[in-house]
């Protein structure tokens, strides 16, 4: 019987940062969440406990701290190239590497007068900006996304005309509540693009389809959304989506001896449907 080492990697997650910077008078913070695996000749470590070739998860971590002191970070991509850059320049048995990110989103405050408050940030929500970078010295996929994006539409959205069977109960329903979290995730075609900009026109295009969208079904709602994303943006190569459908039930004000014509609900977090899909602009 021979045994052999299959694919492999290695590497640190959960790398906490938080830098803070100043200019002309004002405060920036970007906070940061990092992941690094490596892939490469690492199989002596395996089998014969030879550490020589593997770089400690501690001075990956260090690595981060580092580069970010000596380098801005206008973008939690352009951090992970430039990860990723050091780790294949340095580590001639690194094969490949993968860099990810995800950012904490933090809002300026906005003062009384209007102006934006030089140094006081908040977020109220738990949307995360994503990145990751993958690669090797001869090529590199830079992908960006974005988790924790609520959004409701209290009208314009039915489903009706669905499969049944002797289990089937749920009634159809021409106007009801349409409830998700977005979690969307897409890949460059290549990686010298104004990041933030793109990712702050994504984002902006996600909730105006969402918003304008008159569906038939949270499946239609995620094609319209991830096809205007393709159509908009031809340096995205494809985009994969994923929605949980978040239901809010009518009430049955009936044994209180009252109606409800649609303005009551119960909202429901578990259990929820999911709708998965990826497009591709080939």
């Avoid at 990145?131 to 609520?150: D, H, M, N, P, Y």
């Avoid at 979690?183 to 793109?198: I, K, P, V």
Wanted: proline share 3%; glycine share 6%.
């Amino acid at each position: 019987m021979a045994i052999r080492l299959g694919e492999n990697n290695y590497g640190k997650q959960r790398i906490r940062l938080l830098k803070r910077s100043k200019r002309d008078g004002q405060y920036d913070i970007k906070e940061l969440t990092l992941g690094i695996r490596l892939e490469g000749d690492f199989e002596t470590a395996h089998t014969q406990g030879d550490n020589s070739k593997i770089l400690p998860t501690d001075t990956m971590k260090n690595t981060v701290y580092a580069l970010a002191r000596r380098h801005s970070i206008e973008s939690p991509e352009q951090f992970c190239l430039l990860l990723l850059e050091h780790f294949l320049s340095r580590n001639p048995q690194v094969s490949r590497a993968q860099i990810d990110a995800s950012e904490t989103l933090w809002t300026r405050l906005s003062a009384a007068s209007g102006q934006f408050h030089p140094h006081t940030f908040t977020h109220s929500s738990e949307e995360k900006r994503t990145a990751s970078v993958r690669g090797s010295r001869q090529e590199k996929t830079v992908s960006a996304g974005i988790e924790g994006l609520v959004v409701l539409n209290a009208t314009n959205s039915a489903f009706e005309h669905f499969l049944r069977d002797e289990y089937t109960t749920l009634k159809e329903d021409r106007n009801r509540i349409l409830a998700t979290v977005i979690r969307a995730g897409w890949t460059y075609r290549n990686a010298s693009l104004r990041f933030d900009e793109t990712w702050n026109g994504v984002r902006q295009a996600l909730l105006e389809t969402f918003a304008a969208h008159d569906s038939e079904s949270l499946q239609q709602t995620l094609y319209a959304m991830a096809e205007a994303i393709l159509k908009r943006f031809q340096d995205i190569r494809e985009i994969s989506m994923s929605l949980p459908n978040k239901h809010y039930n009518l009430v049955d004000l009936a044994p209180l001896g009252l109606d409800n014509p649609g303005e009551i609900f119960l909202p429901t977090d578990e259990p929820h449907g999911l709708i998965e899909a990826t497009l591709r602009n080939d």
